[in-house]
């Protein structure tokens, strides 16, 4: 069984049909790359997923949730996790703050030992700091932790969402566009760096991306979506000879 399902998923905005019978799944530790020219709906379905938008049709399981009959507070607690398009920090706090937000997305507190200030809520925030002092230790952010995001380079802040993600204990990590603004080096550090948290946190990835060399390189599998639908999917070798690829990138011939 996979451990996410998409099933004809369908989103409308109005008279504006942004998802069209979406199908696709994906398997448990694997790199899916979901690409298509910008208004293709790829961050519709992650929003989708991670319960912003309402489906007008269609089903999401996910590791035999039923994504879709769940509250947005829980998606979380089932194990999936997501970075944004647009960055989505409180540049106020600190590095380690905001990557505590994330950890603190699946802390064991209920309302009363917080209010309390019980040993139960004493011993979650140990574990909160230490698991989001090792994640950003992991990802090279130890000596900027008690910095406050205001003024950190866009590829550090890129990392540090990154990081936000991880700390919530996802099965499934959604990235959004994570090198976009990225340069040439960067981009490709990135792409080595999925592959390694992959592998070291036994997790799965959906990933929207514009860089096709990251996706070509890291993907085991790639959805190519145009105007709500899906075109094509396959290996990165099988849909980047699919025609039906070609003239959505380059345009049909007349």
């Known amino acids: 069984m996979s451990l996410l399902e998409v099933q004809e998923v369908g989103v409308r905005f109005g008279g504006v049909l942004a998802l069209e019978s979406l199908s696709f799944s994906l398997e448990a530790e694997q790199i899916c790359a979901l690409i298509g020219p910008n208004g293709a709906g790829k961050t519709t379905l992650f929003n989708v997923i991670s319960r912003i ?7 999401v399981h996910f590791d035999g949730h039923d994504l879709l009959a769940a509250p947005a507070h829980k998606i979380m607690d089932f194990g999936v996790a997501r970075t944004f398009q647009n960055l989505a ?7 380690l703050q905001n990557v505590m937000i994330g950890a603190y997305g699946r802390s064991r507190g209920g309302i009363w030992t917080s209010t309390l200030r019980l040993p139960p ?3 979650e925030e140990r574990r909160v700091t230490a698991r989001s002092l090792q994640i950003l230790d992991r990802l090279g952010l130890s000596e900027v932790a008690s910095r406050p995001c205001t003024g950190l380079p866009y590829g550090t802040l890129k990392r540090i969402e990154f ?4 700390a919530s204990e996802p ?5 959004d566009e994570p090198a976009s603004g990225l340069t040439h080096g960067e981009v490709e550090e990135l792409g080595l760096l999925i592959q390694q948290i992959r592998d ?8 929207v991306e514009h860089h096709m060399s990251m996706v070509m390189a890291i ?3 790639v959805v190519v979506m145009d105007l709500g639908r899906k075109i094509s999917e396959g290996t990165p070798a099988e849909v980047a000879q699919d025609s039906r690829v070609i003239a959505a990138y380059l ?3 007349a």
């Open 219 to 221: 993907s085991q599998k």
């Open 89 to 95: 920090l409180v540049p106020g706090l600190t590095v």
């Open 121 to 123: 809520v004493r011993a």
């Open 163 to 166: 990081a936000r993600a991880l």
């Open 251 to 253: 345009g049909a011939p």
């Open 200 to 207: 070291e946190f036994s997790l799965t990835v959906l990933l």
């Open 171 to 175: 099965k499934l990590l959604m990235l």
């Open 53 to 59: 938008y309402e489906p007008s049709q269609g089903q």
